[in-house]
């Protein structure tokens, strides 16, 4: 496949907002892509949860625009990875998962990363498991891979030098762990990965690694993390919750971006849209100016957001829904309320939750219920079990997100 050779392009995406850092540099990555070369692209993800979250959004937004430019991208589930653990930044061992566990997490990934990436089409991005390699490795095979590391590169990783300060346990694994994952480079024989900062180390080994078995250089290009400029934590931890699905319903999603805390609305503007950076400077601006006034702006946020994985049409409906209930504190009008029609037999409000968008799962929508966050005809319900007639108005949660029941007859 041809791919775009465009130097205003190349240099608006080796440019972008969603890079940090690119080794060896900028501009090798820029004479690369102008080369006419079409790169393998890689970015890879530990099935530790079932979710792809918005913090994954930064490196699929990179990817996109370079699979524009008719690059081989390649989405690397770490199935057999996900089974050590990364060390990353934790302070003890992870939980190891099992290899059902692995398998039950990563079954939606290509639908929830292809609400961005294209897995059809005339260049379209590939899935890859890298249990497909590093599974046939033998004990031999092992002992060659640690030949290529010493252990004065290893303990340069800040997490194991913390441990080590503070006294606390190394499992010989964890050591490992970034030889696996550094392999799989080799295994792609890839020309760049991307990931988060947090992964820099790992993807350098890969880079060694290249070097060492393919006598070939690897880009590395890293993504800034979304964290909360006021605490300096991650917002979409996986292990610590509170994130923002993919899978999250528009509803869902448009609810806890608005709840989210007025100081990462910026963070979130940059690494989680495609807004342009000028807008985004002017509402930086407008904070200065007045920071106690951030409606607007997160009104712009959750568009955004949402427009990405569905569309204007549900962005425009979500946010119409938020100002209606919400800043004129009245009930929605029918337009800004989501309809479901169903088929009789009556079904109970998990299911009408779930299928009419307002939870994502039928754990979710018990919570829900359990928590008195669900509304029918401005009563409360707290049976999960309750049977709907048909004709009914569904008020879900604090954000207050709407649904009106009918059934065909």
Same mark, same amino acid.
């Given at each position: 496949?041809?791919?775009?050779?465009?130097?205003?392009?190349?240099?608006?995406?080796?440019?972008?907002?969603?890079?940090?850092?690119?080794?060896?540099?900028? !501009?090798?990555?820029?004479?690369?892509?102008?080369?006419?070369?079409?790169?393998?692209?890689?970015? *890879?993800?530990?099935?530790?949860?079932? &979710?792809?979250?918005?913090?994954?959004?930064?490196?699929?937004?990179?990817?996109?625009?370079?699979?524009?430019?008719?690059?081989?991208?390649?989405?690397?589930?770490?199935?057999?990875?996900?089974?050590?653990?990364?060390?990353?930044?934790?302070?003890?061992?992870?939980?190891?998962?099992?290899?059902?566990?692995?398998?039950?997490?990563?079954?939606?990934?290509?639908?929830?990363?292809?609400?961005?990436?294209?897995?059809?089409?005339?260049?379209?991005?590939?899935?890859?498991?890298?249990?497909?390699?590093?599974?046939?490795?033998?004990?031999?095979?092992?002992?060659?891979?640690?030949?290529?590391?010493?252990?004065?590169?290893?303990?340069?990783?800040?997490?194991?030098?913390?441990?080590?300060?503070?006294?606390?346990?190394?499992?010989?694994?964890?050591?490992?762990?970034?030889?696996?994952? *550094?392999?799989?480079?080799?295994?792609?024989?890839?020309?760049?990965?991307?990931?988060?900062?947090?992964?820099?180390?790992?993807?350098?080994?890969?880079?060694?690694?290249?070097?060492?078995?393919?006598?070939?250089?690897?880009?590395?290009?890293?993504?800034?993390?979304?964290?909360?400029?006021?605490?300096?934590?991650?917002?979409?931890?996986?292990?610590?919750?509170?994130?923002?699905?993919?899978?999250?319903?528009?509803?869902?999603?448009?609810?806890?971006?608005?709840?989210?805390? &007025?100081?990462?609305?910026?963070?979130?503007?940059?690494?989680?849209?495609?807004?342009?950076?000028?807008?985004?400077?002017?509402?930086?601006?407008?904070?200065?100016?007045?920071?106690?006034?951030?409606?607007? !702006?997160?009104?712009?946020?959750?568009?955004?957001?949402?427009?990405?994985?569905?569309?204007?049409?549900?962005?425009? &409906?979500?946010?119409?829904?938020?100002?209606?209930?919400?800043?004129?504190? *009245?009930?929605?009008?029918?337009?800004?309320?989501?309809?479901?029609?169903?088929?009789?037999?009556?079904?109970?409000?998990?299911?009408?939750?779930?299928?009419?968008?307002?939870?994502?799962?039928?754990?979710?929508?018990?919570?829900?219920?359990?928590?008195?966050?669900?509304?029918?005809?401005?009563?409360?319900? &707290?049976?999960?079990?309750?049977?709907?007639?048909? *004709?009914?108005?569904?008020?879900?949660?604090?954000?207050?997100?709407?649904?009106?029941?009918?059934?065909?007859?």
């Amino acid at each position: 496949m041809k791919v775009d050779t465009n130097p205003r392009k190349i240099k608006a995406l080796v440019d972008s907002r969603f890079i940090d850092k690119i080794y060896p540099s900028r !501009a090798k990555l820029e004479e690369a892509l102008r080369s006419g070369k079409r790169l393998t692209i890689y970015h *890879g993800v530990d099935p530790t949860a079932p &979710d792809l979250h918005l913090g994954h959004s930064t490196n699929f937004l990179l990817l996109r625009e370079l699979q524009k430019l008719g690059h081989r991208i390649i989405l690397l589930v770490g199935d057999f990875t996900a089974r050590i653990g990364d060390p990353t930044d934790k302070l003890s061992a992870r939980k190891p998962f099992t290899e059902k566990e692995v398998k039950n997490n990563s079954k939606t990934y290509k639908n929830q990363a292809g609400k961005i990436l294209s897995f059809t089409g005339a260049n379209p991005a590939e899935i890859a498991f890298n249990s497909r390699w590093l599974k046939r490795m033998n004990f031999e095979d092992l002992i060659k891979l640690s030949a290529k590391l010493t252990h004065a590169q290893i303990i340069k990783r800040d997490m194991f030098r913390r441990r080590i300060k503070e006294d606390k346990e190394i499992f010989l694994h964890e050591f490992l762990y970034p030889l696996m994952q *550094g392999y799989d480079s080799v295994a792609l024989k890839t020309d760049a990965e991307v990931g988060g900062t947090d992964q820099t180390f790992n993807m350098l080994v890969g880079r060694d690694l290249e070097k060492a078995y393919l006598n070939k250089e690897k880009f590395v290009i890293t993504t800034p993390l979304l964290e909360n400029p006021k605490t300096g934590r991650k917002l979409m931890s996986k292990s610590e919750g509170g994130y923002i699905s993919l899978q999250d319903s528009p509803a869902e999603m448009y609810g806890k971006l608005m709840a989210l805390p &007025d100081e990462v609305i910026i963070p979130c503007l940059e690494l989680c849209t495609e807004y342009p950076q000028e807008q985004i400077e002017g509402i930086k601006k407008g904070f200065k100016r007045d920071p106690t006034n951030p409606r607007d !702006a997160k009104l712009i946020l959750g568009y955004e957001v949402v427009k990405i994985y569905y569309g204007k049409e549900k962005a425009q &409906d979500e946010q119409n829904k938020f100002i209606n209930t919400i800043l004129k504190k *009245g009930l929605p009008k029918e337009k800004a309320v989501h309809s479901l029609t169903l088929e009789l037999p009556f079904r109970d409000i998990i299911y009408v939750l779930v299928n009419g968008g307002l939870a994502s799962s039928k754990s979710s929508a018990w919570r829900l219920v359990n928590q008195g966050a669900v509304k029918i005809d401005s009563e409360r319900i &707290d049976n999960p079990k309750h049977m709907l007639a048909g *004709g009914e108005l569904i008020e879900v949660g604090k954000k207050r997100h709407f649904l009106r029941v009918r059934y065909r007859k």
